[in-house]
């Protein structure tokens, strides 16, 4: 259903985890969409950001199912690498950031 | 007694007491009356429904003795099962329609004369229903005047005490709801034997579309070959209109998404496209802007009919863009920025919103400083809320003097009020710019 998500470093076992613990809205609309989740997953990769993209569909699948444009904008009011770290680090934390 | 056994045995209370009747009575032709009154009152093409023996059966107990009426019943409703069962183009005259609203009054007025206190009996059994349905089923409990009333009528003595069992035990049970996973993703995977031959309606919309038979998944197939050709023919014909105003969407769904086209032939309706587009006009204009994104990233919005596949959010988006509206949200930016705010579960932010206004927020304030977690998680914030009261946090002050909300949209709240106390002593939990400060901190040091 949403298998080409692997091509932008989603392994195996982070697909499985994300079909069992993200909402089914949310699997549905990745299913739906695919030609704009595509770009947004090609910019995470262009941020260097790959293993932390299955965090953020699982914690927050709003910075997934959203245009990559605004997206950018949104990503652009902060620090890029703060915004990296919270991705691989602590990702609930990004609403305090803003995002 | 803990909350969820009293709300039970209120629940068997009035059903002891309001409801006094015998369903076997409201049976004619194996039809329950009162659920035909209240189809046709829906929607009146449910006519079709209606027998000749129940026609007489109304005419015989009201004693009504009209030729011309029972003539003009029998024809409409042959005409309406037409319309249902055949496809035929139906538009009923008007002496038709005047005519079962005629019945509409004398089945009304049959029902009240023979079993007084019917209508409100039958509300009541639909609420009881939908509360039985939430407790034991894991679903919401939004119906608080209603349950009120059954425990204050189960025993009024206790009430004030039952109350706040009962609302201790809701309060739990829905935030238990709001947090499970629904994990019955769909299967795609569907084998024929030979594909399924569409009709040439159906194979005319793909050319158009430019879309090849022979690449179409199989699932999508076979909802095609299901799919009523007539229909989907007069959806595509709104769709590929030139203006967005007249439903004309094609042109602006991304050129390389077939799947979103498809999709909405087989799964939304006119009615559904013309009623999201008509809610994005602004003074006669419609927002192109947003309907792209809508088209581009939610477009499981125009679902309206159930389905194997995908799940049907058109009345989400209507109830959400209602709240929106009514509390003048600026609902093109915050589309754009969280377009999951429009599809989340419609019940769960109304239910998540009472809730946060009834410990003194403003709703508007709330959704323009929260929409992300009320988008993703709106029981956070409810959590959250309880954590703050659970340290005797001035909730008032905290929603009305705080110009940042971000207390109650972190994950570990109750760790965090115990860094404040640590640090500032319990008094500080009474400013609300020093506990915002200290959260900055937490941050820093928990990075």
Known sequence: ?99 | MEGKEILKNSIQNVKKTRINYSQKDLIVDEVNLYELLTTIVDNADNFAYVSTKIIDYLFSEQGIDDDEYFRDLVQARDLLLGKMEYNLKVDLKSKYTKQIERFEHDLCDFLDRNYPGIIESETTKYKLRILEDAVNYNKLIVDFEFVESIVSEYDDNEYDNNMLEVMSYINSHNLEVMKVKRINAPKFDIDFVKKPKLDDSVMEILDKLGIDYNELPNYILSELKKANPKKLYDTFCLMKKNKAEDGGILHLIPKNNQLTKLVILLYSSDNAIMNIVDSLKVNGVINVGILKILLAVIPNVFIEKNNEYFKPKLDDFKNNMKILKDNEINYPALINKSPMFMIMDSTILEYTLNYLKKEGASLKKIINKCYKVLAVDPSLLIENVNVLKKFNVDLNKFFNENGNYSLIKVKDLNEIINYIIKNNGEESLNDIDLMNATLKEYLKENK
């Open chain 1, 1 to 99: 259903m949403i298998e080409y998500i692997k091509e932008y470093g989603i392994t195996s076992l982070d697909y499985e985890n994300i079909m069992k613990n993200a909402r089914v809205d949310v699997i549905e609309c990745m299913a739906l969409s695919e030609p704009s989740i595509r770009e947004v997953l090609e910019y995470y990769n262009e941020l260097d950001i790959t293993e932390g993209i299955a965090k953020i569909i699982i914690s927050r699948p709003d910075l997934i199912i959203i245009s990559k444009n605004n997206l950018k904008d949104l990503i652009s009011k902060v620090d890029i690498n703060e915004f990296i770290d919270k991705v691989e680090n602590k990702i609930e934390d990004l609403v305090v950031l803003g995002i």
